[in-house]
């Protein structure tokens, strides 16, 4: 079995918790081809999950493991799976495969770029519009000697589109729509999501409607 070592943020309560998990659920099904090492990483100040189920209780039981492992400095994993933003992506394993949501805009930062080259064998993204963020964007690199050369991701990008277990539906009290088409966006209220202006052009576009 190949040994490998995930570092990701898989106890946060977060996005990037959420496609860590189910990453982990992935390997899980895959045990007779993998030993899964994992390496939790805060993300912001979000909290932690903190359901006491069968996952949980694989995911502290892998967690232990390898800090005993790390400590003893005893795990020289084959390949590393690093779940975070792009510019902390590491090259720590003989095979290393990045794992990113991304970006909400057309291009990606330099940076994202470069750590990927430099530290990466494979990235992987959540959606098409991140595969094509990366593949459309194109920077320039400033030579000692004064020249610039253009750069753009090496590296094989493939999609993997994530899937999160579902939750039983639960009623919202006092929740009567008084229409019978209705719009649901579930979104973070930030300038980043541009929340206001998506609530804008939803009233402008259908302003006349029922």
């Known amino acids: 079995r190949k040994k490998i070592f995930v570092r990701a943020p898989c106890l946060s309560q977060s996005g990037y918790g959420e496609q860590s998990r189910f990453a982990l659920r992935a390997l899980r099904s895959h045990e007779s081809r993998f030993e899964i090492y994992i390496q939790p990483i805060p993300w912001g100040h979000t909290g932690w999950v903190w359901e006491n189920d069968d996952f949980r209780r694989w995911m502290d039981k892998r967690i232990l493991e390898t800090q005993l492992l790390l400590e003893k400095k005893a795990l ?10 792009p510019n902390e992506f590491q090259k720590i394993c003989p095979i290393n495969i990045g794992y990113t949501a991304g970006i909400e805009t057309d291009k990606v930062a330099p940076i994202w770029l470069q750590k990927a080259n430099d530290s990466l064998d494979k990235l992987l993204v959540v959606s098409n519009h991140a595969k094509d963020t990366y593949i459309n964007t194109q920077a320039t ?70």
Do not use: C, H
């Open 141 to 210: 690199a400033q030579l000692p000697d004064g020249k610039t050369v253009p750069y753009k991701l090496e590296i094989p990008v493939d999609v993997v589109g994530e899937t999160t277990p579902r939750a039983p539906a639960e009623p919202i009290p006092d929740f009567e729509p008084t229409k019978d088409f209705n719009f649901l966006m579930i979104s973070q209220l930030s300038e980043r999501k541009n929340f206001a202006d998506a609530i804008t052009w939803w009233v402008e576009a259908f302003i006349d409607q029922e």
């Open 76 to 85: 020289n994993p084959d390949i590393s799976l690093q779940i975070t933003i």
